[in-house]
């Protein structure tokens, strides 16, 4: 029996990583190690005893699926590290819905309750939680570092592979200037330029009722296109939606808000709808239907707000510093009514352009 257990033991310490904890086990794990996940040599399913069981095995865009890690003996266990990935390897996928008091939600690549991980580290027989799978994704499996006690290495296993029964989103098939004014809230650069150009800056919102909007954005970038909201002109605190290239060169569609000079916080979607995107020529477009209020620290009552466009590089779907300053609105705006805006990047006063250039790319890792 001792030979048996050396053996395990042995296996276990070679095969799985450890991630090192603080004596109460509360610390933040470290999100990266997720992705170190050993699969050229697996175990018998009946030496590992834990098990990751799921509410359902397809999924569509925004389906609520419930996820119990579980011990199959009364060893139980005291700390975990919880992620949905791609068969790949990609993390993270989706958003995760506190509802176990024994858990916490984790930001993982700037993506808030992107991992699920212990509050302490008492033991435990089963945690359980919501995934809420994101609006674009391929399949999925959930993955786990489980660790026993704290002095241990921690146990990495998965669920089974769960389909998603869409495919990418729709891509878009066009967008043009020509109800700005009418229809429209439009800024852009250069004036009057249209977003079939190569060379056009351009943003629009549409009220679609009385608490919709349909934004479209356009820019010739390798990275990322995105509009943010503030109350004023120093770029933090404010409402950003980020049409980004991911890992696979497809654009996406991010919700975030932005906290000084910190990374912007990639926030779930929530009410966004009817995405459409394209990559063509090195132009960035996307067209989305949102019903997110607009949510910065000092809300005008009259919806007014400086509207920030900016683009820049971005790597894996994460966005970089931008190399040039934002085109920010010349004033407030309600881009709920059908306007022209005008703004610049160079005319913004030399002591706000520097400060504002300075939160947000202090904000960015290189």
Request: glycine share 6%; hydrophobic share 30%; proline share 6%.
């Amino acid at each position: 029996m001792a030979k048996w257990t050396c053996l395990v033991y042995l296996v276990i310490e070679v095969l799985f990583w450890t991630v090192w904890g603080d004596p109460n086990g509360t610390n933040n794990l470290d999100c990266n190690s997720m992705n170190s996940f050993d699969e050229s040599f697996v175990l018998p399913h009946s030496w590992i005893p834990y098990n990751i069981s799921v509410s359902q095995r397809t999924f569509n865009p925004h389906d609520e699926i419930t996820v119990t890690l579980q011990v199959a003996n009364s060893t139980g266990f005291n700390r975990f590290l919880l992620q949905a990935q791609g068969p790949d390897g990609t993390a993270p996928f989706g958003t995760f819905q506190i509802t176990d008091r024994n858990t916490q939600g984790l930001m993982c690549k700037n993506i808030e309750n992107s991992s699920v991980s212990h509050r302490d580290s008492s033991n435990k027989q089963s945690v359980q939680t919501i995934w809420i799978a994101p609006p674009e994704s391929g399949n999925i499996q959930f993955r786990a570092t489980v660790f026993q006690d704290l002095d241990e290495s921690g146990v990495s296993i998965k669920s089974q592979t769960l389909q998603t029964l869409t495919g990418s989103m729709k891509t878009l098939q066009s967008m043009n200037s020509s109800d700005c004014g009418k229809s429209k809230f439009c800024f852009r650069s250069p004036e009057n330029c249209d977003p079939t150009d190569t060379d056009c800056l351009f943003m629009s919102s549409e009220l679609m009722d009385h608490q919709s909007f349909r934004f479209e954005m356009s820019s010739l970038s390798d990275g990322y296109v995105s509009i943010g909201f503030s109350s004023d002109t120093l770029m933090g605190n404010d409402d950003v939606y980020i049409c980004v290239l991911n890992e696979t060169g497809q654009v996406i569609v991010q919700y975030a808000s932005t906290t000084g000079r910190r990374a912007p916080i990639i926030k779930p979607l929530g009410e966004v709808r009817n995405i459409e995107t394209s990559f063509h020529n090195g132009v960035i477009k996307c067209n989305f239907i949102t019903s997110n209020p607009i949510s910065i620290e000092q809300s005008d009552p009259d919806g007014l707000y400086y509207v920030f466009l900016t683009l820049g590089p971005a790597q894996n779907g994460t966005i970089r510093k931008h190399p040039n300053p934002p085109l920010i609105t010349s004033q407030k705006v309600n881009i709920s009514e059908p306007t022209e805006a005008g703004g610049s990047s160079s005319s913004t006063p030399v002591l706000i352009k520097v400060h504002g250039m300075y939160i947000f790319y202090g904000s960015l890792p290189n």
